[in-house]
Every structure is written in C-alpha cells, then in structure tokens.
C-alpha cells in the first residue's frame, strides 16, 4: 500500500500522517477540524494527489441534503422527454443522476472523497448518511438497484465547528484537529509553497504575522492561507524586509475586517510616532 | 489492563462507546499503533476523543494510567545513530531462532534489555544477543525475532507521556452540562413558516403539476409556488456580569447556539446590566460598548417579535422600582426599571424571562425579592434544557 507522506507542496504534522494512515486502514471516514485556513480541504487534495486516485469534492451548503450525494431522479426532464416522444422514457435508470458520494463508490478505482464544510448543512445532514458512509452502500428504490462501492472510497470530512455534529455520526468517525502550526512548521509550509523567498523577508513576515495573530486582539485572526497571500504579495511588491514591521505593507490580505485593520494599523502608527 | 483503560477513560467522563473501543482494538490488531505507546497515545485519541474540547480530559487520563510506563526510546543518542542506520538482515535459521525465544514474554525481554544496554558499549549488527540491527537478538531493528523490543530505527517523536503531560488542549476544555447541540435543537421549535403571499413564485410543485399536465390533455405543465420560510424573528436580551459571572458559559452557549440557528428570519441581541434601562448595549461588555435606545427599540420592533430575557433578577429591590436605582452609579434612570420591563411586555406578547438559577431556589436565592418582583411581570423559566423547551414552546403559542 502506498503511503500519504507530506509532499512538495502540503506539509503535514506526523500526528496528520497518522490519522490518514489509520482511516485508510480501518476504512472509516477521517473528520478534519481546525481553524480556518489550515488547510483542512488542501489535505483531501494532498492525500490524492500523493495515493496518485482521482478526487471527488462534495461541497456542502446550508441547503444540500443528504439525498443530493447520493442520486437525483429528474422527474422533469422524464416528463419533458415523455411529451416529445424523447427515445427510452420507460427506462427510470437514465433519469437517475448519481450524486457525488454515488460517483464515488461507482468508481473503477478506489477514490479520495471529500466532503467539505459539513457542519454548512442542516443538523440532520449528518446522520442522515450514517448508512450510507458505514455500509458504503445505497439502495434506489425508483430502480430497484444498490449501489455499493467497489473500492471503499478514503472519505475526509471537513468541518469548521459552526454546528455540533451528532454523536452517533462522530462515533463512526476518526478524528483530527489541525493545530495552528507552530513557527517552525510554519516556515517549512511558506518555504514549500515559495522555494525562492529571501531568507530575511520570511523571517521578518514570519515575525509580524505572529505579533498580530498574538498581540493586537484581532477578532478574525490571520492563518495560514493568509500568510501565504501576503508573502506572495510582498514579494511581488518588493518590499524592503526591513521596513516591513513599522510599514505593513498590503495589511489588507492579513486582515480581513475593517476594525481590526485599523486597530492594528493605528497602533502600529502609535508606536511610532512615540 | 487495557480494558481497564476503557474504564477509566469513561470513569473520567470520557463519552467512550463500545463501538469506538472495537475499532481501536481493531487498529492494534493491525499494527496501526506502531507497537509504541506515542503510536497508542495518538491512536486512542483520534479513534476515542471527537472533539478538540476532550483532548485535554484525555491527556489527563492518560498520563495518569500510563504516567509511569518506562519508556525506551529515551536511549543514548549514539547507540541510536548506529542503530538508524541498520545493516540489511543476514542469512538466519528461523526455526533455531523461534526455538530460541520460545517461553520469553515481554517482561523478561525487558529484563535482558536493561541489561544488555548496562554492559554493551559497542556497535553490533547481525549478531544474535546484543542490540543490534540485522540480527535475530530480541532488541534492535530491520532483524529477525518472533518477539522482541524494537529499539531505534525509526524518527524519534516526543514519546506519548511527554505530549500528554504537555496538554496542549487545556484551552479547548468545554465543561458544561448542556450541549450546545441540545440548545441549538430546542430552538428548531421557534419556526413559523410563511404564508404564501409574498416572494417569488420559484418551487415547482410536483403534485400540482401532475395534476395540471393531466388536465391539460398530457402536454406537460409546470406549476410553480412561493417557498415557504421561517418568519420567526428573535429579540435576545442577556443580563451581564456582576452576578452573571457564574454563568457566562452558559450564557455564551445559548447565544452561540441562536446565532448558529440560520432559520431565524431576523435575529437581535443586546446585552443589560441586572435589569433593562433606556438603553442596551451592543456589546457583552456594555460599559464599552454602543449602546442603543431602548424606547426606539420597542417602537421599532414589531409586536410579532419574541422576546428572551437571559437573566438571574437577583438584584436589589430599588434597581426594579426607583427612579436612579440602577447599579451604575454614574448612569441616572428617570424610569424605574419596572415601568420598562412593563413596556417590554406591553408591547411583545411573545415574552419569557430565561433564569440560570435553578428554578427550585428562585425563593431562597439572595434575589429572591426580586425575581418574585419581575414573576409578576414576565414568564420565568430556568435555564436548563427542559426550561428553554417550555419557554420556547410558550414563544410559539398564539395569543
């Protein structure tokens, strides 16, 4: 079996690597927690692209149901093609759409799914799928068909904590919470991102970025993503290291809230006028 | 002994299920642990514990089980180095090798394991009794032996006690006695769905449009009708510090649980401090916050708005019924608190008055006076979940 390593572009805490390894052995879905921007969804894309299988994302909004993954019978257009004499209207099963968790268990290939923002959805959404995800299995009662996975698909969960999920839903679960990196790691994720950056940019980027993220009571906290954006940024813009402290250039794509903006702004403005 | 761990977790309060302990007896049998007590520590946690406000209770609980498990990846780092870069396996004779280890359990090998490390001061590769790698001794790696201590070999992590004992998650620790899932279902209850005069007409109708393809000779027809949605709109209002410092967190899980309920068609809070002024605060912390006119809030709001009042009304007597008898000593009301507890309910039918206090202490609680005082005025329920239930249920009634 081929192994999830941190690859040139994702890196992953040990204690990530783990988790992945252990929901692809017992074959149960991995739910990744964590701040924004820590890359939860990049991970479903790491794991594929490493494990070389194609991915499958299910994005879940506030009005996805359960039923949505699985299949969709369109009524209507059956109609449709029933009133132009359209060819093979008796035939339901050309009217049935899978949806993305049907894809994946369809697939030839073992697949990575993912499952991104679940806690978007309605309470129930969770356990809604409960079968389905345990048993990898559906029944289309319009077709009398099940459809079960060839290949148990990797399933990834992402959740930003906006609900609580059911505990019979995280109870079937493996768990993960990412960490905020810590500055080491943080340096290995910009340096696998930008390979070329000036060791003196990063390290006073690296500096400001975390005396906001610590110091100034930010209501929406800078991550990771954001790191990334305004070290593109600075570089692009060419930004001298050492003026970056007093200056912050481009503070815009670290904060995203106008009041936090000026708050961090103005008191670096303080500073140094005293 | 594991068994016991299982125990122990739940004993902790642990919400461990009978399913979850298979799975993770399950990932030993393969091997998933690493057979280290690192690679069991981080596969109990993401196998057992399912959320990030657990992880401390876990590592609690596992350095108090495991605290004094002697841990041989604390090794000299030179007899590591050697051992990291191992010699590939010789040639061995497997049946004189398993003959060799029949009878020795762990506690003996462990034995031997100290041991060797007090008399060997050299590199060994391929032998059969000192640790080594490529051999069939019981100690070492990348060898042969039925069973056996595996020393070195792979990176080095923080061994499993040490990540415990850093207990990284004692900020996530949630203790509570309400979910705030059950807050958030309670609040299902507040649902009045629309009637189906405003809005686009954009739902297709299934039924109707069979119906009306049929009567139309067969020749499809679509019928279209406005979505229904949640008409509910909810005025919070919370009481804040002084005596509501126990019950912050409470407090903070029913606002949390409000605001993540997205059916409200419109949602207010505003905080107050012991009892309702002419104005209310934006923010918790109300002495710097903006605060708004109370008088332009009620004019403004319509009577079809429900009303939770989030308070303990333990307060003295004179903040409800004097003129200038808020507690703040700089703010001067020229209407006592009463009369706007009064225009509250006058206005809003839809009005109840939520308590943290248990509800069996209402008359002996030093507030007593008080609370009996605002019962006159206002519906009270206990903040507890049957509380909330009752309340919400009272919301919904038509008067």
């Known amino acids: 079996m081929k192994e999830f390593v941190s690859s040139d572009s994702y890196i992953a805490s040990e204690e990530l690597l783990r988790s992945v390894e252990v929901a692809r052995a017992l074959g149960k879905p991995l739910l990744i927690k964590g701040e924004p921007g820590t890359g939860k969804t990049m991970l479903a894309q790491a794991v594929a692209d490493e494990l070389g299988m194609e991915l499958i994302i299910w994005n879940v909004k506030s009005t996805t149901k359960a039923q949505d993954g699985l299949y969709v019978y369109d009524t209507v257009a059956r109609l449709y093609d029933s009133q132009f004499g359209g060819e093979g209207v008796s035939d339901i099963a050309k009217y049935i759409k899978l949806g993305k968790l049907g894809e994946a268990f369809r697939a030839e290939e073992q697949v990575v799914l993912l499952i991104d923002e679940i806690d978007k959805a309605d309470l129930e959404f969770p356990n809604d799928l409960l079968w389905e995800l345990d048993r990898m299995e559906f029944y289309i009662p319009e077709t009398k068909e099940t459809v079960k996975a060839k290949h148990r698909p990797i399933v990834i969960i992402t959740s930003n904590a906006e609900k609580e999920l059911p505990d019979a839903f995280l109870r079937r679960c493996i768990f993960h919470y990412i960490q905020f990196p810590d500055k080491e790691m943080m340096e290995r994720i910009v340096r696998a991102h930008y390979p070329r950056i000036d060791d003196e940019l990063l390290a006073q980027a690296m500096e400001a970025f975390y005396i906001i993220r610590e110091n100034y009571g930010v209501q929406k906290k800078p991550s990771t993503s954001e790191l990334l954006d305004w070290v593109q940024a600075l570089e692009i813009g060419g930004v001298d290291p050492k003026k970056l402290k007093e200056a912050l250039p481009f ?17 670096i403005q303080k500073r140094r006028s005293w | 002994m594991f068994t016991e761990f299982f125990y122990y977790l739940r004993a902790c309060g642990l919400k461990v299920s009978l399913n979850e302990w298979m799975s993770l007896l399950e990932a030993m049998r393969l091997g998933l ?5 690192t690679g069991f520590y981080y596969l109990a946690r993401m196998l057992l514990v399912k959320s990030e406000s657990d992880f401390d209770r876990f590592d609690r609980a596992f350095l108090e089980f495991f605290g004094d498990v002697k841990s041989y990846e604390e090794l000299p780092q030179e007899l590591l180095d050697w051992l990291n870069s191992p010699f590939e396996p010789r040639d061995y004779d497997k049946e004189e090798v398993d003959r060799r280890f029949a009878g020795l359990d762990l506690a003996a090998i462990r034995q031997m394991l100290e041991e060797r490390l007090r008399e060997q001061h050299e590199r060994h590769d391929g032998g ?15 060898g042969y032996a039925p069973t056996g201590v595996r020393v070195g070999g792979q990176s080095r992590h923080r061994n499993a006690v040490q990540v415990a004992a850093a207990r990284q998650f004692q900020e996530f620790r ?29 739902e297709l109708q299934l039924d109707e449009t069979i119906r009306a393809t049929c009567e139309n000779a067969g020749h499809l027809k679509l019928e279209f009708d406005r979505p229904r949605t949640n008409e509910v709109r909810l005025l919070l209002l919370f009481d804040t510090g002084g005596s509501m410092w126990p019950y912050t967190q409470l407090c903070s899980q029913l606002f949390r649980a409000a605001h993540q309920s997205n059916h409200f068609k419109e949602l207010r809070t505003y905080y107050f401090h012991n009892c309702p002024y002419e104005t209310l605060y934006e923010n918790e912390r109300y002495w710097s916050g903006e605060g708004i006119s109370t008088d332009r809030l009620i004019r403004e709001l319509s009577p079809q708005w429900k009303v939770i009042f989030v308070g303990d009304g333990a307060m003295a007597i004179s903040e409800l019924l004097d003129k200038g008898g808020c507690v703040d000593y700089y703010h001067y009301n020229d209407k006592p608190g009463i009369e706007w507890i009064q225009r509250f309910t006058a206005k809003f039918p839809h009005l109840v008055w939520l308590n943290p206090i248990p509800e069996s202490s209402w008359p002996y609680t030093h507030g007593r006076s008080s609370i009996r005082l605002l019962r006159r005025e206002v519906e009270m329920f206990p903040l507890s979940l049957d509380g909330l239930d009752a309340a919400l249920k009272k919301l919904m009634v038509n008067r």
């Open chain 2, 128 to 142: 059969s009794k000192w640790v080594g790698t490529g051999g069939t001794s019981p100690f070492g790696n990348s």
């Open chain 2, 174 to 202: 949630r203790d509570t006695t309400l979910d705030i899932r059950q807050f958030q279902m309670a609040f299902r209850r507040l649902r009045r769905l629309s009637s189906r005069t405003e809005g686009p007409k954009d």
């Open chain 1, 251 to 267: 503070a815009g794509v670290l904060l995203k809230k106008t009041e936090d903006l000026n708050k961090v702004v103005s008191s």
């Open chain 2, 33 to 37: 642990h690493d057979s280290s007590l």
